[in-house]
Structures are given as C-alpha cells and as structure tokens.
C-alpha cells in the first residue's frame, strides 16, 4: 500500500484550523458572558517580530536561516490568513542598515495590522536580505505603537531570532513594561540555533522555545500559535464551611495581575445540572480574582492551562443579618459594620433590610441615639436577626436659648449621648429607652453656677417631658 505523505505547509493549515476550530467552538459553546457578546469573541492579533540581522544569513540545516524562518513563517501565515477573528502583523529588525557600523535604530513595521494581509506579510519576507544588527530591546519597545486601539482584542508578539541583545538594551524590562500597561499579553519568543544563552536571557521576555533545527522550527511555531489562539474552561467553586461548592449569586472580578486591568465580570451562577457555571479564560493571562462578598474574597496568581478545565477555589461560607424594629421612627435608620476587633467600616446597611456576609463575628454600630454597639455571629446559611427596642420620646423645654447636652447613665458613668440646639427652647428627642441626665445652661449667664441638672427615664413605647423652669 502506497502512503502519500502530507507536505508540512498542508499539515500546519490543519493543526492551525483544528486549533482555531476548537477555540471558537468553546468561546459560542461554554463561555459565560452577556448573551449579546457570545457572538464577539475578541480578535486575536499576532504580531511577528522577525529577526533580518546579518547572522541570519547564516547556514543551518538544510539552506540559511532566513530562508528557513521565512519559509515556515509564510506557510503559518498563510494558514491564518482567513480567519475573521485573527490579525497579523510583521516587525523586522536589522534589514536596513549593514554592520559595520551597528544601527540600534535598525526596526521597522513593515506591514501593520490589517484584514487579508497575509499577502503582504509573504511578499516583505521574500526580499529580505539579513545585514544588520540586533536591536530587540528597541525593537520591543516600538511594538508599543504598532497595535491600534481596539476594545475587544488580545495583543501578541511573537519574536524570531537568532541572536542575543546587541545594542545595550533590556528586552526583560522593555516587555515587563509593555505588560504591566496592558498593550501585549506575556510574548513568545523563538530561539533559532543552539546557542546555550538563549534561554536564560529570553526566559524573562516571555514564553520561551527552543529551535535547534528546522524540523523543530516547523513545530514549536505551530505550538506557538496554537498556544497564542487557545482559550480554556474553568469554574469558580466558592466553598461554604464544610467545603461544599454551595455559595453563589455574588459578583466576580478577574483581572490581569501584570497589568491591574479589569479582564470581566460574572455574576457566580449555579447552572441547570447543580454546578458552578463555566466561564472562559485566557491561558496567556494571570489572573486576579476578587469575590465581592461582604467583606470580598481575593485570590492572587490564578493560572489556567490550554485544553485543561481548571477548579478555582475559595472560601466564601455566608450567613445572612438582619437587625429589626417595629417602630415606624426608624424606618430609615442604618448601621454601620466592622470585621470584630477592627476599624474599617466594610458595610452600611439599613434596618429591617437582610444581607449577607462572610461567616465569622461582627461589631455593629446602630446609628439611633444613643449610638447602639453590638457584636454579632453569622453563622453558615443562617439568618442571625436583632431587634432593636422601640424608642420612647424626651421632650425639652428650656426657659431661654442656652447650652445643654445629653448623657446617658450606667453603672460604668454616664456617656455623652448629644448637644441641643442652642437657640431652639422646645426640642424632641427619640431615645432607646434607659436612663439619662440633661444639662443645661442658659447661653447669657455669667456664672457657673446657673447650669442645672434633671434626670429622666425612657421607657420603650412612652413619652416624658422636662421644663427647666
């Protein structure tokens, strides 16, 4: 039997659609997003910045280095040229000036993004003559200028050479910066030879392949691009006490750690078989989760991997409150609650309102007056409720403005409660009930000893007026 082999240019279309194929199907097939955007899956685009320094004219295997890399980096292309979601871009470096003398300016955008540029791209790559030196660093940095604005895409450089920085520059600090500011996601770079420094100086600039011969070339640029069109799948399992993945209903935010950009939003959403909902993620991307309970729940450094669903996991038990009261004076009081032991205010909420928080203990400030502190236990798929005592009503009547302030009495003293308006006589006060102490004085006396004092007890639900007369 005859066995026809398949050309290398046809089987990189292949694996190249097959991977394209599978990307797509799970974007309109599993991604949790907007229904409006399951449609718009974002644009990939690939920027190649291709090394045309004069060691690229070098042999190597069967024929010179840049007739192998142009060669492969055509067929790739080329098998990339159709797809609507995917655009392409070339960068070469060390093309225009010959060394001697060294041109660390030597880096061009020689065909920018665009649709159905695989033509082009082709075209530039076949009359490239290698004559120049090696200026990465620099030639980094001006890929900064060669991505146009755009909204829904995922920018990526994939760098081919042969050499090592030449012109003093740093390649690590240049592509660390392009991250951090969100213009490329992490680079992938290409190694052509076996020079042993590779690694260790390109390790740092991004995903780094080794291509010691051109049958290796071939296949670690069609890993390359398998790997810069993936996306995977992954859950987000949010944990009650006994481990289960029962919490939901919560908003989500991923971001990008190197950059700080906000990556989405999903609400947590239990799906129709019982399980956390599958949402769609990038591989090239490191991520920060942020779970906004009350108070949220942060995951650093999340990695996911092509063709992997990935379990991401956090503690997130809840429990719910609720502070109560029958009396129509507080309808629209709040309370203001802290993580026990702790001065940061992680909510304000509303009486007869019920919220949800993470397990664990609580100081609650009830903003009536007096101020009411509580500390309160949430506890696991549990509403822990509190009533607040009806308040009772003090009635002032001052025979003249003047200063006076309210305090409340317990066996630890009394505690200052609030100051009255100076100018108004007649005031209301609605007060938990207790007791308390009014002291006054008239605002024109020229002695201290015109200040007076009255006691006063508040029941819930009753009435009391003072007159200082």
Known sequence: MRVKKIPAKTMMKKQVFISVLLFFMALSGFSQVPLDKKSEPPTTR???VFDCSQSMAGLWNS???INIARHILSATVDSLEHDPHIQMALR??????????QDCSDTRLVVPFGPNNAGAIKHRLKYLIPKGTTPIAHSLEMTAHDFPPCVNCRNIVVLITDGIEACDGDPCAVSAELQKKGIILKPFVIGIGEDPDFKKTYNCVGRYYDATDEEQ??????????EALDHTTAQVNLLDIYGNPTETNVNMTFYDMTSGKVKANYYHTINFRGKPDTIMMD???????VVHTIPPVVKDSIRVFPRKHSIIALDAPQGSLRLTSNSSKYRDKQFIVRKHGGAKTINVQKLNETEKYLVGKYDLEVLVLPRLNLTVEIKQSTTTTVTIPQPGLLNVVFPKSGYASL????????TWVTNFKKEATTQSLYLLPGDYLLVYRPEFSKSILYTRTKKVHIKSGGS??????
Do not use: W
């Open 407 to 414: 305090y409340q009495c317990t066996r630890e003293g009394q």
């Open 283 to 289: 591989p090239l991307v490191t991520y920060r989760l």
């Open 92 to 101: 070469v470096f060390g093309f225009q000036s010959p060394v001697p003398p």
């Open 217 to 226: 070339f071939h296949d670690v640029l069609n890993i390359v691009i398998r």
């Open 63 to 65: 024929d010179k280095k």
């Open 464 to 469: 009391q007026t003072l007159r200082f007369y």
């Open 46 to 48: 690939i920027l190649f």
